[in-house]
Structures are given as C-alpha cells and as structure tokens.
C-alpha cells in the first residue's frame, strides 16, 4: 500500500490547471524507447532502489513516454532514506511545477495515452492564456495488480509559469 500522495489526483473525465509541489523523485532509465514497451524493465531498479532503502511506496508514479522513464516521488517523511544515485536509479530534486491535468480511468496503454494526451491537448489549445512547455507525460496512481477498468491515470504538460 502506498504510505502517501505526492499531490491530489484529478478525478477521471476532469481537465484542470493544478501546481506540483517540489519534491525528490527517483528516475529510472533503465530501458530505450517507448515506455509502453518497457514499463517491467523501468520499475524493477526503483522497487529494488526503496526496498534496499526501506522506503515506503507512494503515488502517483510519473512515466514519460518516448524517451522512456519512471520517476518514483518520496514522500517527505522518507526523505532521510535516500541516498545517492545508484543501480540505474538518479535522485532528482524537482522544482514546484503548474500543469495542466486530464484525468482518466482505463488500462495503462498506448491508446488511452494518446486518447487522454489528445483531449488535454485541445482544451490547452483552446486557452489562449495557457502555454504549454514540452511533451505530455503519464501519471499513474494504481499498481500493477489493479483491474484496468478501475485503473486510474493523468497525463500531464507542464505549463509555462503565470505571468
């Protein structure tokens, strides 16, 4: 069970502009290509990363799609636990970030990415006030054993900072 949530989920079917608080994440990089090819091999150095460090799971877990990697947020009572970078796991400090959010409830799979990724991508287009920075992202608040029908997931794109 996860000990923690690194920030509120956004319900599924819902679009919304929210703020990331900052954190420590570890990123793996362990595998090349499209996360949804290789999703196994990324988790498996990160779980084997907060087991040696007795650190307790938290969510969402965030994954970039084409470039493929996992980022593992610790929660900030687990903070102490973590060491150096080691094993294909990198400590990376992340800075407070606004995104906009669409929720979603499916399968962890390409096709809903892409359904998801699209209809956050036109409500961003269809807000001029809004600026978009870089490529979407997935994340992900149920494990592995959890149905696909009653996954639940986000895709994100950062936002460029309100003026």
């Not at 595998?31 to 650190?55: C, K, M, Q, T, V």
């Not at 799609?65 to 929660?75: L, P, Q, S, T």
């Amino acid at each position: 069970m996860a000990s923690d949530a690194a920030f509120p989920a956004t319900d599924p079917g819902q679009t919304e502009v929210k703020v990331l608080p900052a954190g420590i994440l570890l990123k793996s990089t362990a595998a090349e290509g499209s996360y949804f090819d290789n999703g196994g091999s990324l988790f498996r150095p990160l779980f084997r990363y907060i087991s040696s460090h007795d650190i307790a799971m938290t969510v969402p877990v965030e994954a970039t799609i084409d470039n493929a990697a996992m980022y593992f947020w610790v929660a900030k009572s687990e903070e102490s636990k973590v060491s150096t970078s080691q094993n294909g796991v990198e400590v990376v400090q992340i800075p407070e970030r606004r995104v906009a959010a669409h929720g979603f409830r499916g399968s962890y799979s390409a096709k809903n990415f892409a359904e998801a990724r699209d209809t956050l991508l036109a409500w961003v287009k269809s807000r001029p006030e809004l600026k978009s920075v870089g490529e979407a992202y997935a994340v992900y608040w149920n494990g592995p054993f959890t149905l696909g029908f009653l996954k639940r997931f986000e895709v994100h794109l950062r936002l460029e900072p309100a003026s």
